[in-house]
């Protein structure tokens, strides 16, 4: 197995006995669910239905002094910090930024052999691995007593690209991505059963009309990996973007239809000089159908 620290993610706090209906009335995933040991993908959402911040959360054991915790974006930590503080009116919920005392230790390649009290498995894709939520100066000797040997950043991100799950800021930008385009429904993101949060109306209409036509795709490359944000073309006009790469793979922001278009057509995928190929085609072609089902 192997672990690495996360220094771009950051830790929020939440407590106070209305924390979890609190944050359940704002956010895509159901917070009612939550339990220690165990974690929720989820997003706080403009009222347009696009994208603030994502995040994970984690219940804390009573023993710990109970709670929620927030793995954020670092960037993002103290903006998101705030603007929960604006929402809580006369709720019983304080909201804490503990970016400076906790840090995020991603393991993968296995099951931890001691699971720590704020441990649990990313729940976007089994394959990702496990989040332990510590102060950073423990990351080593976490690392050892889970059975996983340190490594650095660069390796994780190589990994979450090779499971497919985009990262806010590299893959789409916050405040202009809805959660479908993000395929947060895909990864665990957005609970289609739960009750009104910000934004719900535009998720749902998106979810129950099929009008995602824009999704985050596993991509392979000829040659050098192209820069993120350089755009995708195909017979000179943009089809997507290109997001996070690493080795010969990456993650694109693609137009599904427009692609379609272009894999019947034969027509190449360029990042600047650099062919673009489709991980899985048949995926984006079944995509396609859905939406104009």
């Known amino acids: 197995m192997d672990a690495a620290l996360l220094s771009n993610r950051g830790v929020i706090k939440l407590s106070g006995e ?10 895509t995933t159901d917070t009612t669910k939550l339990e220690p040991g165990a ?114 950043e660069a390796a994780y991100e190589a990994h979450r690209i090779a499971c497919g799950v985009p990262r806010g800021g590299v893959d789409f930008n916050y405040g202009d991505a809805f959660p479908h385009e993000t395929n947060m429904d895909h990864l665990h993101g957005v609970d289609f059963d739960k009750g009104c949060y910000v934004g719900q109306e535009v998720v749902s209409r998106m979810q129950h009309r099929g009008t995602a036509r824009t999704r985050t795709v596993r991509v392979t490359f000829d040659g050098g990996a192209p820069d993120a944000s350089v755009p995708i073309l195909a017979n000179d006009k943009q089809v997507g973007t290109m997001g996070s790469s690493a080795h010969n793979s990456g993650l694109a922001t693609v137009r599904i239809d427009k692609v379609s278009d272009a894999l019947d057509a034969g027509t190449p995928l360029m990042a600047g000089n650099v062919a673009i190929h489709l991980t899985d085609p048949d995926a984006v072609r079944g995509l396609q159908k859905k939406t104009v089902a």
């Open 18 to 27: 209305d924390a979890k209906t609190f944050l359940n009335g704002l956010i």
């Open 39 to 152: 974690g929720r993908f989820g997003a706080l959402l403009t009222p347009q239905g696009k994208i603030v911040a994502d995040f994970l959360i984690t219940e804390v054991p009573v023993g710990h002094g109970g709670g929620l915790l927030i793995d954020c974006p670092r960037a993002l930590a103290q903006p998101l910090a705030t603007k929960l503080g604006f929402y809580k009116l006369r709720a019983k919920v304080s909201v804490e930024n503990l970016s400076d005392a906790f840090g995020i230790l991603a393991v993968w390649g296995g099951e931890p052999a001691v699971k720590p009290d704020l441990c649990f498995a990313d729940p976007r894709a089994e394959d990702l691995g496990w989040r332990i939520l510590i102060p950073p100066e423990l990351a080593a000797k976490t690392a050892t007593l889970v059975g996983a040997k340190m490594t650095d």
